[in-house]
């Protein structure tokens, strides 16, 4: 039950992370190209997780792929306020 | 040449709240008639658009300061902008658009049709624009 | 350990993004940005259920709780990217 929940959610993180790549495209501002490889890093740490036995999140590997995701996020927020328009 | 006759913070002003003809003839519209209500559809049929689109347009103008909107009996709408700066601003658009028709519908046109880049906007910290 | 205190900042950076959103929601009006909005709310909880569920010993297991609020997340989110991205 829990490894289809995983599978969904890798699938939709990856859903996600190609809409932001259309609009990174559209817009060529590269906030949005982070924005995509995060989720699409999270989707794939995701599907790994369901992969494995699915109780792993404790395990260094998930926890640091997702501190990376999610500091690629952060990233983003800092250079969109550092040089205000990077289009 | 564009460049050259329309002022960069007029320019920069169209730019960022302006996504269309229909959206700026509309503003226009009821610019010229700040003591009276418009409806969606009123204003619609003005400028020979859509409904929905008309009332998109509306809500939108709403949203950013440029009309008030009173739920009476349906949804309607009066010019009346936030800030005597944005009435000034959008005053010197209105006198532009009279004068110079073409360069400012090619300005509105070359814009990327999409407003997407609002979802990036929101991570600024700093509000450097209201 | 280091496992929770990290789930624990990718909670208060879902928070962050949530916060802008919907704060930039109310001032526009936009809705991918209360979709989005809501889907970080939801990655928030998602992040900080791991913790609660750390915290709450070996007994409890709030797993599935957690993904299905991590699905749900992310499918307000997909909603909000088809229909509203405009």
Not at chain 1, 1 to 21: D, K, P, R
Not at chain 2, 72 to 96: C, I, N
Not at chain 2, 101 to 110: C, D, G, Q, R
Request: proline share 3%.
């Amino acid at each position: 039950m829990n490894s289809v929940i995983l599978g969904a959610i890798a699938m939709a993180s990856m859903v996600a992370a190609l809409f932001f790549l259309r609009f990174w495209r559209d817009t060529r501002d590269r906030f949005f190209l982070l924005f995509a490889i995060a989720f699409a890093i999270e989707g794939i740490n995701r599907g790994l997780l369901g992969l494995t036995v699915v109780s792993q999140e404790h395990e260094p590997f998930f926890y640091l792929v997702r501190l990376f995701a999610f500091g690629l996020i952060l990233m983003a927020i800092v250079d969109k306020n550092r040089s205000g328009r990077s289009r | 040449m564009v460049d050259d006759i329309i002022p960069e913070d007029v320019k920069q002003f169209i730019l960022e709240r302006i996504d269309s003809i229909a959206q700026l003839e509309a503003l226009l519209l009821l610019r010229d008639s700040p003591q009276v209500d418009w409806t969606a559809n009123a204003v619609a049929k003005r400028l020979y658009i859509g409904e929905q689109e008309s009332s998109v347009i509306l809500q939108r103008l709403c949203a950013d300061g440029f009309l008030i909107a009173s739920p009476e009996k349906s949804l309607v709408y009066r010019y009346h902008v936030r800030s005597p700066d944005l009435g000034q601003t959008v005053d010197r658009v209105a006198a532009l658009y009279s004068i110079y028709l073409i360069p400012v519908t090619n300005l509105i046109h070359a814009k990327p049709r999409t407003r997407v880049q609002e979802f990036a906007d929101a991570f600024k910290l700093k509000s450097d624009k209201d | 350990m280091a496992g929770l205190i990290i789930y624990g900042l990718c909670a208060m950076t879902a928070l962050l993004c949530a916060w802008l959103l919907l704060q930039a929601y109310r001032r526009s009006r936009y809705r991918l940005l209360l979709w989005s909005g809501l889907c970080f709310a939801g990655l928030t909880v998602n992040n900080m259920l791991v913790v609660v569920d750390n915290a709450l010993g070996p007994g409890a297991d709030l797993q599935t709780w957690r993904l299905v609020v991590g699905l749900l997340a992310m499918l307000v989110l997909l909603y909000g990217l088809i229909w509203e991205a405009e």
